[in-house]
């Protein structure tokens, strides 16, 4: 039990202020909260156009939306029919209902305003939105947890919601936020079922003695009576626990490590105790193991049905057998099981995540929490017993909801900090109040405090605008000039040190879909009218070979089938000297055209060399006057000026 937990055990003997005064300091106490909950919705709508990871994208957004708008869509790996490893039922219920919901409205809106609102900002906006509302989850279930337990909620409570991640990753479309909010409910479920059987554990133990104690026949009956009208507690949320878990499981498989300290907790409530043995451990086993397979069969009969190995016509006529079904968690499993597949998205050191991930996310928070992890040990190393978490306390609980998720995760040699957010919950219930001191009445706050609110505004300005953050405007501008454009125009854009670029903001016609022509009698697909090449990190040399093939090859469908073309290739501001500097000699008669620059835009790939802006060589390449060395010294402005330039996507465009 940690100084705070008795600390406020303590507060809680000497007895509760009057009901007025204590409900005026709680309204007055949680009004930080109330603002940054609001600032999370309020960034949510604006919106973010940082760019965390493609998985944002590509995993939810990418591939419901095609589906729901049928649009053009860049489909992952994840989602192929031959082997997915991926569930739809999740992203589907999350992210596909707001966009089914703009999909019904906007014809009528459309007829009535002539206003169409299925705008690239909507198609962002609505998803992160239901996203967004799910992380309240997290901070619901804390509370739910505090209240339960009587641990002070307000200072949990503001440290949670001025995380960073809980205003940048707690509103963007991963399946890791799905993660955290199913693990968060499943530790408030668990917390109560714990709660509860300790109460009927505790009264039944004492009515059990009083009735062993008693004696007269009379009494004995009233103490029976007693002990018979006591609530059932041992499978209690026995199928809401296992539903949670099953849906976690399906969504992201590494679910199974943070879902297996609170079902553990679960399974083992009041064991040890006089009314508690081991045929309840198993009965409890195997009912929740019953009461998972209605939510399994569900998930499995969609996905199978969704991916195409179950239809309608094998149903009617009874033709199943085990190849009409797939089991997404289990090909998961399968494929991350292999080295060979996990070095494709590549490889990293074991302890990243405990000297890197837990710190980069939670920063004095996390570094505070594996400071106690550590104590944890040593005191478990001197055989301090009895300093040790109880194995059925909530602080026990949320110790090993911390803990096992991180080592668990830690096996395998892909680790990325997303992967941890679900254990925000149990890292802010056990370490807030070590960095910051509020008492009942009035709070105050240390520099731990400060290095905790300066980092997350950071980290929330960097994630939430800077990182990325001109591919999506890039989007937004493709897409209307590609319904701006002549229907016999296409468009090719080239990628160069940028992240993948989504295609569901364009909504480009389906061309996967045939259409049936009247006149002719036969189907016929419809051409492509944009055309995406991601060359990545690939040395500036390549791109310009790329950009000449594609030249060549679009100047002849252009004489032959008189298809006009638009070229363009979009990069990091920091890197066009370097582009227009390592441009060949067969480019001489070609025109780059800066078509915009989206401002904000930092790619880590490709930073802006600070000491070159400060050196002789510096250029400016729009007008092409070299800058002396003196400039820095002379014009502070024109130097910020030219290294604020840099921080854009630069999109340019080419023509002969």
Known sequence: MTENVKRE??????????????????????VPYWFLAALRVVITVIPQYGYIHPDEYFQSVEVVAGDVLDTEAARPWEFNTSFPLRSVVLPYAVVGLPLWCLKSVAPFISLWFDVDIKSPYLLLVLPRLAMCLLSFITDISLYGI?????????????????????????????SNTIEMALTSLLLYVVAHSMRHSDRVIIQDEYLTDKYKAAGSPVERVRLHKLRSALPSHSLSWCLVVATITVAGVFNRPT?????????????????????????????????????????????????????????????????????????????FIKYNLDARNLAKHGLHPRCLHLLVNVPLLYNVLGVVALGAFLSILYR????????????QSIIGLMTLSFVVPVLVLSLVPHQEPRFLIPITLPIVFLHAQRIRRVELRGGSGGPLLTVWYLANIVLTIFYGCLHQGGVYPLATHLARELHSAPRLVSVHLVTSHVYSLPLFPLQLRNSRRSLFSRQTGQRYRLARQFHLYELGSAPLEEVHLKLENLLDTCEQKRVQKRLDYRLYIALPASLIEEFHRTAPNTTVGLKFAVQRVFYPHVSTEALPDVFHVLSHECMNFDSHTHCDSETFYTSPLKFLSRLLQQFG????????
């Open 9 to 30: 055990r303590k507060d809680k003997n000497n007895g509760p202020p009057a009901y007025d005064e204590l409900y005026t300091e709680m309204n007055l106490s949680l």
């Open 146 to 174: 505090c209240h339960l337990y009587g641990q002070n909620y307000r200072a949990r409570l503001l440290t949670l919601a001025s995380s960073y991640v809980m205003l940048v990753y707690g509103t963007r479309t991963f």
């Open 255 to 331: 679910f199974l490590a943070f879902a297996f300290p609170p079902v553990f907790f679960w399974l083992q409530r009041g064991l040890g105790s006089k009314i508690v043995g081991l045929g309840d451990f198993h009965l409890r086993m195997v009912t929740f193991a019953l009461c998972a397979m209605p939510a399994t069969l569900l998930f499995i009969l969609t996905d199978s049905w969704y991916y195409g190995y179950l239809t309608a016509s094998e149903i009617r006529e009874m033709r199943l057998g085990l190849g009409n079904f797939v089991v997404t968690p289990v090909n």
């Open 380 to 391: 478990g190393v001197q055989r301090r017993w009895s300093a040790l978490p109880r194995v």
């Open 649 to 656: 996507l630069t999109l340019v465009k080419i023509e002969r």
